[in-house]
């Protein structure tokens, strides 16, 4: 079993920035891919930004240049770096672990941007 906590949520202003951390432990390889979801009310859960076992990263074409997606392999902790946010990327932001076939979900953390 795996699990994800994710820290760093809240509320800040248009324009402004916050850093989201998720650190993962249980049954853990080394080998995984990381990344970051996030549901806006009423909306699917989309990809932000997504860290594969080589570094290859991924992002949304909504927050490139501006998202950041990094991983320190000693937690393993995924972080993402949010820089001139928007009020539409309000919404619950999910941490994804995957290694092998199995994927596992943290409990989300609630970004909201205001006017």
């Known amino acids: 079993q795996v699990q994800l906590v994710e820290s760093g949520g809240g509320l800040v202003q248009a324009g402004g920035s916050l850093r989201l951390s998720c650190g993962a432990s249980?049954?853990?390889?080394?080998?995984?891919?990381m990344g970051w979801y996030r549901q806006a009310p009423g909306k699917q859960r989309e990809v932000v930004a997504v860290i594969d076992p080589d570094d290859k990263i991924t992002y949304a074409q909504s927050v490139r240049g501006r998202f950041t997606i990094s991983r320190d392999y000693a937690g393993p902790t995924v972080h993402l770096d949010m820089n001139d946010l928007r009020p539409d990327e309000t919404g619950i932001y999910f941490c994804?672990?995957?290694?092998?076939?199995?994927?596992?979900w943290g409990q989300g953390t609630q970004v909201t941007v205001s006017y």
């Open positions: 249980g049954n853990i390889f080394s080998a995984s891919t």
């Open positions: 994804n672990y995957i290694a092998g076939t199995k994927g596992h």
